[in-house]
């Protein structure tokens, strides 16, 4: 059923070569759009935490934002509406990127920025989950705010949140497939571009499918890896997530045990 | 950087209109087909029901692992030959976008509500079941009376936020070329050219529209938290 993408193409390759190069760029854009989100988030994250007021309120305007704004809207923005709204001479310059970095660039900040807001949440919502305590014995050991944040706050908050950052890896790589409307032949578009050539719909689509089943278990796999590693003894581990994300927003606990309430 | 003028959004709003309407349509079938085929694929894995089971849970995992937007795509090339071979024809039936776009937002926000339900079935008492078989009431009775309106209850914040991105997701159809908020207004940007404006107002509906609603949902979440079942 596979054939097809070991057969020739018009310009010399083969198939399966196109989805390799769309396996690329969707690879490319989750794995630098991630480290840009991670950088991001965490500094929003935090922003939301502290006492500032003026900083705490830009760090919830930036969630708002990008939250609460389609991705592919944004995905528009960057790269129809940003060079418009720029300098002329700017503008013409971002205009002029060649192809296909002219899209891979907007759509690197986009889903960044974007993964970034949610990523935001989970990092605030893992220092609240930790004691005040916390930070209360490390004031009374001397330690200032950035310290505190630094050494104390941080390190424990990431670990606690390893497990629902899964499901923000595992979106990235599927939010990667909107590039295609701005042009980017990532995965998706390219299986769509062989369905096209060769009517193999079938085979064009399943191939992709299968590309991304296995890219969304090496994902949920390494982040579990990673939560066993810096696991924090006595709260849940990362395979119950999918589960506690739900319940610890369901407002009636009891059953299930709060993976919060252990550190607590 | 040209003027911008946004005189041109109000001459559009018509339109937009439109497009906005029928995102929002979409958005509430999507979530009626989506919530009641959830329901349904959630008590089939609650009961454990042997095959149907293990191919709805197999069904769930394919539709988190990959993008909508290639969801779209295989419903789009899959439901006519499907509907062909039910109908009997033999031969692919085209149903067009719209219909497409319908069906495939309902059967892929299934696979989302079914978790959120599942994990609420789970989060029932015990005690509920117990005293439902002390009462002698029959299975279906107690789901449809006593256990699945405590579980909408309780997951109602969760359905309303998954609703709410659903609602984002919507924007997706743009690859259909259907006329939703976002279609009509890159259409119209097409045609006369000030994508600027078309481009930001749409960001501005859309954030609005969700914002609006995730403070409904947060607010009632604050109201289950003081009058709810305890913690």
Known sequence: MFGVLFEQTADGQRYIDWLLSGLGWTLALAFFGWWIAFAVGLVVGIGRTVQNRFFAALARLYVEIFRNIPVLVQMFLWYFVLPEILPDSLGNAIKQIPPPWGSFFPALLCLGLYTAARIAEQVRAGIEALPRGQAEAANALGLGGYLTYRYIIIPQALRLIVPSLTSEVMGIYKNTSVALTIGLMELTAQARQISEVTFQTFTAFGAATLIYLALALIAYQSMMLIDKAVHIPGTAHARDIRDQELTAEVPQGGVLPDAMEVVK | ?231
Not at chain 2, 31 to 47: E, K, N, P, R, Y
Not at chain 2, 96 to 104: E, N
Not at chain 2, 123 to 140: H, R
């Open chain 2, 1 to 231: 950087m040209n003027s911008l003028d946004f005189s041109i959004i109000l001459q559009a709003w018509p339109y937009l209109w439109s497009g906005l309407l029928f995102s929002l349509a979409l958005t509430a079938a999507a979530s009626i087909i989506g919530l009641i085929l959830g329901t349904c694929f959630a008590l089939v894995q609650h009961f454990e029901i042997p095959v149907v089971s293990q191919i709805v849970r197999g069904y769930i995992a394919v539709m988190r692992s990959i993008p909508l937007i290639l969801v779209l795509f295989w419903f789009f090339f899959l439901v006519p030959i499907v509907l062909g071979h039910l109908s009997g024809i033999g031969r692919p039936i085209p149903i067009g976008a719209t219909y497409t776009a319908f069906i495939t937002f309902g059967l892929f926000e299934a696979a989302y509500y079914s978790e959120i339900i599942r994990v609420g079935l789970r989060a029932v008492n015990k005690g509920q079941f117990e005293a439902c078989q002390a009462l002698s009431l029959s299975t279906f009775d107690t789901y449809r009376h006593i256990i699945l309106p405590q579980v909408f209850r309780v997951a109602s914040p969760i359905i309303l936020s998954q609703t709410i991105i659903l609602f984002q997701d919507t924007s997706l159809v743009y690859v259909l070329s259907l006329t939703d908020l976002l279609g009509a207004a890159s259409k119209l940007a097409q045609l006369n050219g000030r994508l600027v404006e078309m481009y930001l107002a749409v960001a501005v509906v859309y954030l609005v529209i969700s914002s609006a609603a995730s403070q409904f949902v947060a607010s009632l979440r604050k109201r289950y938290a003081l009058t709810g079942t305890h913690r």
